[in-house]
């Protein structure tokens, strides 16, 4: 019997279903389910955060010329770079990816701002991506201050070049050489005319490296151009290309600050338990949304220096914008850090900030929120 157009095609239908649903099983037999789509940036100072904990930024000040990061995610790659800037001067852009804070911007539970001394070690690891038709350098920015600072520019910068392709130089001059982190460096000093610059150059590319931070800041403190006193406010990660540069990728990049160094004389290094401490949370509460008022009060003998007050949101609950205090996250697990004008808890003193958000079902404040990992009492 001649089959009929319709049934063929409700036959062929069929099929083409049952292959799909066998390509969905092996895919989810194997682990090779597609990833979640990657998000591109064009804007000049666009970010966005990868893994929950990292902040991808296109970063492009020095041209105006288009420039387009992809965020991946494991890290990001250049897409496009158009355009050019004269190789002895700045570069034209710097697309990278940091744990820490930029310009009021701190990646989801960061540790930074954190006292140099008050860190017992920096784990970072880096897979970098090249291309030959661009003149750049592949580098990590650290930052470092004698402030807890999160917005603007630091007073010292350390810069690891980890390549250099082209006719480009760090700033200042060559003073020498060193061994860090079991490697050989050429060291660089001098100033852009904002902050201090330190640059330790590979005589020869690393595509890829573990290493400790720290290693390059014990440098800087080494060297008087950082105290132990001073606070590590971000670790950034990416390329500074003068002509193209379509095509570099960050293939890879973790960083991790861990706490507990030691500071004899200064209970304030963040991290540090506060010796005390008050919280008032004042709300106003509304179908769908609320706004929350936060005092810390330190009830301690001694001042607060760089402090952090962690506390997590009820379920359903989400921040949608936040003022005196950058705070990482949106909902769960939150933690507010300090901006230049209150980084400081005077022995007995407060400090305030707020933040608004929109929660579902039945409204409830935080369970109970910690001063620099020590427990406070709620008022």
């Known amino acids: 019997m001649r089959s009929s157009p319709q049934r063929l095609r409700t036959v062929r239908a069929l099929a083409g279903a049952l292959l799909t649903a066998l390509a969905t099983v092996a895919a989810l037999l194997t682990g090779s389910v597609p990833a979640q789509a990657d998000t591109t940036l064009c804007e000049p100072f666009g970010t966005t955060v990868i893994q929950g904990r990292y902040v991808v930024q296109n970063n492009r000040w020095g041209t105006s010329s288009p420039q387009c990061v992809t965020a991946t995610d494991t890290g990001f790659r250049v897409t496009q770079a158009d355009g050019s800037v004269p190789t002895n001067g700045a570069p034209k852009s710097y697309p990278s990816v940091f744990n820490g804070c930029h310009y009021t911007n701190c990646s989801p539970g960061t540790n930074l701002p954190a006292r140099v001394s008050g860190i017992s070690s920096a784990p970072s690891s880096i897979s970098y991506g090249y ?16 402030t807890p600072r999160t917005d603007g520019v630091n007073r010292t910068e350390i810069m690891i070049w980890f390549n250099r392709v082209g006719p480009i130089q760090p700033i200042g001059s060559p003073v020498g050489t060193a061994s860090v982190g079991g490697r050989s460096w050429e060291v660089w000093t001098g100033s852009n005319g904002s902050n201090e610059v330190i640059s330790f150059v590979a005589p020869s590319a690393i595509a890829s490296w573990s290493f400790d931070v720290m290693d390059f800041v014990d440098q800087a403190v080494a060297r008087g151009m950082a105290g132990s006193d001073w606070y590590l406010t971000s670790i950034q990660a990416g390329f ?27 209970p304030g290094d963040p991290g540090d338990p506060a010796a005390a401490c008050q919280v008032a949370y004042d709300t106003n509460v509304w179908q769908g949304g609320f706004t929350a008022d936060v005092t810390v009060k330190n009830t301690g003998s001694t001042a607060v220096d760089g402090w952090k007050l962690g506390f997590t949101l009820p379920s359903g609950q989400r921040v949608t914008n936040a003022w005196n205090a950058p705070l990482s996250g949106a909902s769960g697990a939150v933690t507010a850090s300090p901006v230049a004008h209150n980084a400081r808890i005077a022995a007995g003193g407060t400090q305030t900030f707020g933040f608004q958000g929109t929660y579902g079902g039945a409204f409830a404040e935080p369970a109970g929120f910690t001063l620099n990992g020590a427990a406070c009492t709620v008022t």
């Open 131 to 146: 291309v030959s038709d661009a003149v750049f350098n592949a580098s990590y920015d650290i930052w470092l201050d004698p």
């Open 240 to 266: 500074e290309p003068w002509q193209n540069g379509a095509g570099l990728a960050v293939n890879s990049f973790s960083s991790t600050v861990n706490l507990g160094g030691t500071d004899p004389g200064d």
